[in-house]
């Protein structure tokens, strides 16, 4: 079963209609995170996946991109409050559930799912969003259907800034040879999205070796509920943390250029940013007209979480309303 045949749309319809039982929607879950393990993947897979279907009158879809660990599962919640009458797909990273190698720069990754896009509706306006790292490929996205001449009604970023100044290249880049700040990251992503802590610290996982330190962080997983039993969680691990760095390299070496329309930036209150930003977080100097400003109750994490959620989806669901 692939993301986008029929079967897998009416399990997720299904899913939605709270009628799949507890091993049906592990199953699932499973599925959407390849939970079974590393598999050959032909170059054609997709990486959009349908979260809220259309259906007879709904609304123009939304298209949003997945934040650096690649994951779509963080869009469940904002899209069941954004209603059923608005299609939602979501972009997963490519190689989070595969052994597809992940895409290298932004623009790669912006020409790729512009094509997806195409695929479910062929012509404009596009209604295009993304989380954190997925504002960022939002943007581009964007920037590269405006070149084409394709109209983008909806330019929605949320909580993210334009990228990385090349003077804080240095500073902002975690080493990739030592895997415990980016297990920390995922633990402090686990805490906000699914309400679970691991109980890890730099402490505990700085004196293990690589391997043990891996097998320990999959069984708080496990334990918390988040990977399943008899799953291959170190191969998911694995996986995970490939996409994390390879994601967060485009990120730090992307260099946005001019788009000439509109964008709303929806920031969560209490994530800590350079004050200098400004209150637009410097996506002002990329668009000729100022940026749409919206502060949200959260943190940068808890944002896409109940209860802050829904906050969100009411003022997005108000500018794609527009």
Not at 146 to 164: F, H, I, N, Q, Y
Not at 278 to 303: F, K, M, N, S, Y
Request: net charge neutral; proline share 9%; with cysteine.
């Amino acid at each position: 079963m692939t993301a986008n045949d029929p079967d897998a749309r009416r399990a997720r319809l299904l899913e939605r209609r709270g009628q799949l039982t507890e091993e049906q929607r592990r199953l699932l879950e499973q599925r959407l995170r390849g939970a079974g393990g590393p598999q050959a993947a032909p170059a054609s897979v997709s990486c959009l996946v349908e979260l809220t279907p259309a259906g007879a009158g709904s609304r123009p879809p939304f298209f949003c991109v997945h934040p650096a660990g690649g994951d779509v599962l963080c869009f469940v919640p904002l899209a069941r409050h954004l209603g059923a009458d608005q299609p939602f797909y979501g972009f997963q990273s490519r190689g989070l559930e595969d052994d597809r190698e992940p895409f290298a720069t932004l623009e790669e990754m912006g020409e790729h799912y512009v094509a997806e896009i195409r695929r479910v509706q062929p012509r404009g306006p596009y209604r295009l969003g993304g989380w954190s790292f997925g504002g960022l490929a939002a943007f581009e996205m964007a920037r590269q259907l405006a070149a084409r001449g394709d109209e983008v009604a909806c330019l929605a970023v949320l909580d993210t800034t334009p990228g990385v100044p090349p003077q804080q290249q240095a500073e902002a880049a975690m080493p990739e040879d030592d895997d415990v700040p980016w297990l920390l990251a995922i633990a402090d992503y686990v805490r906000g999205i699914r309400g679970a802590n691991l109980g890890l610290t730099a402490e505990q996982l700085a004196p293990l070796a690589p391997e043990e330190r891996l097998r320990a962080f999959v069984d708080r997983l496990r334990a918390a509920g988040i990977v399943h039993a008899g799953a291959d969680g170190l191969a998911q691990l694995r996986r995970l943390l490939r996409v994390f760095k390879a994601n967060a390299r485009a990120y730090r070496s992307y260099r946005p250029q001019p788009y000439p329309g509109p964008i709303s930036l929806f920031r969560a209150a209490d994530t800590e940013l350079d004050p200098d930003l400004g209150p637009d977080l410097g996506w002002g100097r990329l668009t000729p007209q100022p940026a749409e400003v919206h502060e949200l109750p959260g943190g940068h994490v808890t944002l896409m979480a109940e209860p802050h959620v829904a906050a969100l989806a009411a003022r997005l669901r108000a500018r794609l309303n527009g």
